[in-house]
């Protein structure tokens, strides 16, 4: 806390941010709860968040214990298989190491880390990582032709090893928020190069006309030279043309990425060339299914994208999940998520959400490349992995209108998923009313669903839509007296405006009698 030269007077500083106002805990009776019965914080209880996706590098969500890309959206194909070959480091500034190279499906040479555990491919009877027997996940000492695996080890450290490769396009995984603003940043480093080739275009054009003063007399070849620098010169300076021309020359059509996948006698793993650059020497051992080692990595620093991986229909389907959006995070959050205490690395109850002692398995159901909308496919593949990775609750905050209630394929499914199997289902009632037909399906037309409609107190409204200090005292530098006063004031009446404007039209009935008329 800021003190004067005289260390005795103290600076009033502004309130402290309500944090524990964000999720209404005290509203529900939860956090009443919680101290009543302090185990009784949802551990030993799975939640399922059917979502956009949960991005596993959010701040609480250490309690994600899986994640599953319903919508197939990240999807790649590794079924071309191929074999790595053994290069040694003998050119300049290489030094004596070696590595492994192969040439992936965007036609790049890409360098393979000589610390990888690269293993022959298991049998094609067996399935992906987390379908394969344990016993065949451990320690798998001989192949099918009864090779030993030192033996494979021996083979391997002296020609090639088995790879299968991919190729996706990051905009097939980005959200169309994230597309636009990468466009943006790859078009300005692009025209950055290309007035950088211009200018050099341009000075060898004139360097040629300095060395033909009369042109007349230059050979066939010469003239040909000049005409080529000058088609180069033209194509280089269509971005500065029309709005037609720039769009033609700056169509980006985003960084496209080379994956890698091997076996390392035991899991599935894969390493993607995020920088392009072709070079995964340096590169950590591949990404496995994420629930195995709940591994996560970022695709640049210019996107921050995060991104895990799980594999399907033996290794040769190769799923990249991201989420479409911060709205799964953010439901997360609210059920489960835990954020920690600085000091003693504790639950912050007062940040966490309803039930932080719930692990979370984040399902995708918002597809990226439909802007976020949700699929039967995706629902259906989200409902039978809550059965099958033991959910105790899902959350459906996904909704829309419908005719009839309690009625189609999705509602069977849900009805099936709770009258059978048990599953707590809660899901969204939408956000509109109160009135007649405001309610949206599932949440609020489906039986076998705990629909839940939107709902803001006073206590909300204050941290989540109030002014926490005024803007004399922002301007001023720091917190006042009268300004914490000020944004009190502020604050309390922001959170009285639904309710005087359900008053103000007797309000402005009763002012008209003596001529005033009062404004909120």
């Not at 899986?66 to 053994?86: L, P």
């Not at 479409?324 to 504790?346: E, K, L, M, N």
């Not at 076998?448 to 803001?456: E, N, P, R, S």
Request: include cysteine; glycine fraction near 14%.
């Amino acid at each position: 806390m800021a003190v004067f030269e005289d260390d005795e007077a103290e600076v009033p500083m502004r309130p402290a941010f309500p944090a524990e106002a964000l999720v209404p805990k005290c509203e529900t009776n939860a956090s009443a709860f919680v101290a009543a019965h302090p185990e009784y914080d949802g551990r030993g209880v799975t939640v399922g968040i059917l979502d956009t996706g949960v991005d596993p590098g959010a701040a609480g969500m250490g309690n994600l214990v899986d994640v599953v890309d319903c919508t197939g959206s990240g999807d790649v194909d590794v079924s071309t298989e191929a074999r790595a070959r053994r290069v040694e480091g003998e050119d300049e500034g290489e030094g004596e190491g070696w590595w492994w190279e192969v040439e992936g499906l965007s036609g790049r040479t890409l360098r393979l880390s000589p610390g990888w555990n690269i293993c022959p491919f298991p049998g094609a009877d067996q399935a992906g990582n987390e379908d394969q027997d344990q016993d065949q996940n451990q320690g798998q000492d001989e192949d099918e032709g009864g090779r030993s695996a030192g033996e494979d080890k021996e083979e391997a450290s002296a020609g090639t090893v088995p790879v299968r490769l991919g190729i996706k396009r990051a905009y097939e995984l980005f959200p169309s928020k994230l597309v636009r603003r990468l466009e943006a940043h790859r078009a300005v480093a692009f025209e950055a190069a290309q007035a950088g080739h211009a200018a050099e275009v341009r000075a060898r054009l004139a360097s040629w006309h300095g060395s033909h003063p009369d042109a007349a007399k230059a050979t066939r070849a010469e003239v040909r030279e000049r005409e080529d620098l000058a088609s180069l010169l033209a194509v280089l300076e269509l971005g500065a043309g029309s709005d037609e021309a720039r769009e033609l020359c700056l169509s980006d059509p985003g960084p496209l990425y080379d994956c890698v996948v091997y076996h390392d006698g035991e899991r599935y793993r894969a390493a993607i060339d995020a920088g392009g650059h072709g070079d995964l020497t340096s590169a950590a051992a591949g990404m496995t299914d994420y629930a195995a080692e709940r591994e996560f990595r970022t695709f640049g620093s210019a996107d921050l994208m995060n991104y895990a991986v799980n594999f399907y229909d033996g290794g040769r389907v190769l799923s990249i999940v991201c989420d479409a959006g911060a709205h799964g995070s953010h439901v997360a959050g609210i059920a489960a998520g835990r954020q920690t205490s600085p000091g003693d690395g504790g639950v912050d109850g007062s940040k966490s959400g309803a039930a932080p002692g719930a692990d979370i398995i984040s399902f995708k159901i918002g597809d990226t490349r439909l802007g976020s909308m949700e699929t039967g496919t995706a629902l259906t593949r989200a409902m039978i992995g809550a059965v099958r990775k033991k959910c105790d609750v899902i959350n459906l905050s996904y909704g829309e209108g419908a005719a009839v209630a309690n009625s189609g394929r999705f509602v069977r499914l849900a009805e099936d998923l709770v009258h059978r199997h048990g599953v707590v289902f809660v899901s969204s009632a939408g956000n509109n009313g109160p009135a007649l037909s405001t309610v949206g399906a599932p949440g609020g037309t489906s039986s076998a669903l705990i629909g839940v409609a939107a709902y803001v107190s006073p206590d909300m409204m204050r941290a989540e839509y109030g002014m926490m200090t005024s803007a004399p005292a922002v301007a001023g530098g720091g917190g006042t007296e009268e300004g914490a006063a000020d944004a009190e004031a502020f604050v309390e009446d922001a959170t009285n405006v639904a309710a005087a404007t359900e008053s103000n039209e007797e309000e402005e009935d009763d002012s008209a009698e003596d001529g005033t008329k009062e404004v909120v």
